[in-house]
T-cell receptor, first 113, second 111 residues
Framework: EAQVTQNPRYLITVTGKKLTVTCSQN?????MSWYRQDPGLGLRQIYY???????DKGDVPEGYKVSRKEKRNFPLILESPSPNQTSLYFC????????????FGDGTRLSIL | EDKVVQSPLSLVVHEGDTVTLNCSYE??????LLWYKQEKKAPTFLFML????IEKKSGRLSSILDKKELFSILNITATQTGDSAVYLC???????????FGTGTRLTIIP
């Protein structure tokens, strides 16, 4: 089954404790991106990747890192999480950049205390 | 700055009613507009529109784009409780490597 898989689905942690949210897709998609979704602000892009070893900042990259060492995986790293990063996070992928529907993972709800 | 505005913010109707959701946009180098449905988790793709005046249809859902007036509508006829969700509008622009999303319309269908 074609899918985007995120882990964990839920995480409660404390300020400053490094965490990684994994994202994997099995559709051989080139383009992957991370979004955060907050009430009243909609989905905002954090980082995106157009292919292996090619990543770039989205609208709200501060406090986040990503890597794309393999085509299928695009982890999101919070090196020193803070409470303002409490949010619902989505990973998405599409075959290539632009003019394609993106396929979304089921989301990761992060709470930073 | 490119942006998309959806209206209404929320809508409550009875089962069987017809609803129209609106999406207006301001974007340089518009490429395509997309509609998604978001229930409790991942947004799921509904339609992608690139040409004005051509209706896309899937069952009780349909959508159309007006590139001159810069808006799109999503129609749902004979609504069912399973249509309750947040409906998101987004666009791709040429030279821009991201989907830009609106904040969504929350639709609630009362049995």
């Amino acid at each position: 089954e074609a899918q985007v898989t995120q882990n964990p689905r839920y995480l409660i942690t404390v300020t400053g404790k490094k965490l990684t949210v994994t994202c994997s897709q099995n559709m051989n998609h080139e383009y992957m991106s991370w979004y955060r979704q907050d009430p009243g602000l909609g989905l905002r892009q954090i980082y995106y990747s157009m292919n292996v070893e090619v990543t770039d900042k989205g609208d709200v990259p501060e406090g986040y890192k990503v890597s794309r060492k393999e085509k299928r995986n695009f982890p999101l790293i919070l090196e020193s999480p803070s409470p303002n990063q409490t949010s619902l996070y989505f990973c998405a992928s599409s075959f290539r950049l632009g003019n394609q529907p993106q396929h979304f993972g089921d989301g990761t709800r992060l709470s930073i205390l | 700055e490119d942006k998309v505005v959806q209206s209404p913010l929320s809508l409550v109707v009875h089962e069987g009613d017809t609803v129209t959701l609106n999406c207006s946009y301001e974007v340089t180098n518009f490429r395509s507009l997309l509609w998604y449905k978001q229930e409790k988790k991942a947004p799921t793709f509904l339609f992608m529109l690139t040409s004005s005046g051509i209706e896309k249809k899937s069952g009780r859902l349909s959508s159309i784009l007006d590139k001159k007036e810069l808006f799109s509508i999503l129609n749902i006829t004979a609504t069912q409780t399973g249509d309750s969700a947040v409906y998101l509008c987004a666009f791709w622009a040429f030279g821009n490597e991201k989907l830009t999303f609106g904040t969504g319309t929350r639709l609630t269908i009362i049995p």
